[in-house]
């Protein structure tokens, strides 16, 4: 079965520094990759997707992930952070077989300080 | 942007009592989803609903969860007989019928059992 680990469950990090949260898959394809984000009390807000073509892709809010086959890896980026990105991230595995359930990551919680 | 609804927001529920938690997902998706994330947890796909019939289930879903379509804009979870780890917080989600399409969340309902 598929799995998605994300090995850093907190980081803080200050705001207009560089961020990256990793996220790594074990599937034997393929996936389909996702990183979602949470903000205290809400829902899980879709912030870029890879399902083929350019490795590195960008997203909403300033946000880019990037593809590596060789590593399974997918990790997020942003370039400057700012406070308002203080919430929770989850990468998440979809599968190309037809089945449509997402496989979800611990989620790593990141802390801006100013 | 349209967006998945859920209501309510917090239930709290007598153990043994049934619960029904309703969505309504986005207009033009067909695919409908329950996810739950029980606190300090990973979001644990539930079931996937499509053409009005279960389309894929995980070993969660048992006996005492079902779903419905009642009509054509809500999308209800029901726990027959809720027992004190069912608290949680439910999501529902919703993507078009196209391919692998990123599945959008509503806010979540935080079911708690007492």
């Known amino acids: 079965a598929q799995s998605v680990t994300q090995p850093d469950i907190h980081i803080t990090v200050s705001e207009g520094a560089s961020l990256e949260l990793r996220c790594n898959y074990s599937y034997g394809a393929t996936p389909y990759l996702f990183w979602y984000v949470q903000s205290p009390g809400q829902g899980l807000q879709l912030l870029l997707k890879?399902?083929?073509?350019?490795?590195l892709v960008q997203g909403i809010k300033g946000f880019e992930a990037e593809f590596k086959r060789s590593q399974s890896s997918f990790n997020l980026r942003k370039p400057s952070v700012h406070w308002s990105d203080a919430a929770e991230y989850f990468c998440a595995v979809g599968l190309d077989t037809g089945r449509r359930a997402l496989t979800f990551g611990s989620g790593t919680r990141l802390q801006v300080q100013p | 942007e349209p967006e998945v609804t859920q209501t309510p927001s917090h239930q709290v529920t007598q153990m043994g009592q049934e619960v029904i938690l309703r969505c309504v997902p986005i207009?033009?998706?067909?695919?409908f989803y329950w996810y739950r994330q029980i606190l300090g947890q990973k979001v644990e796909f539930l079931v996937s609903f499509y053409n009005n019939e279960i389309s894929e289930k995980s070993e969660i879903f048992d006996d005492q969860f079902s779903v419905e379509r009642p009509d054509g804009s809500n999308f209800t979870l029901k726990i027959r007989s809720t027992k004190l780890e069912d608290s949680a917080m439910y999501f529902c989600a919703s993507s078009e019928a196209r391919g692998n399409q990123p599945q959008h969340f509503g806010d979540g309902t935080r079911l708690s059992i007492l």
């Open positions: 890879y399902f083929s073509g350019d490795t």
């Open positions: 207009s033009n998706h067909l695919y």
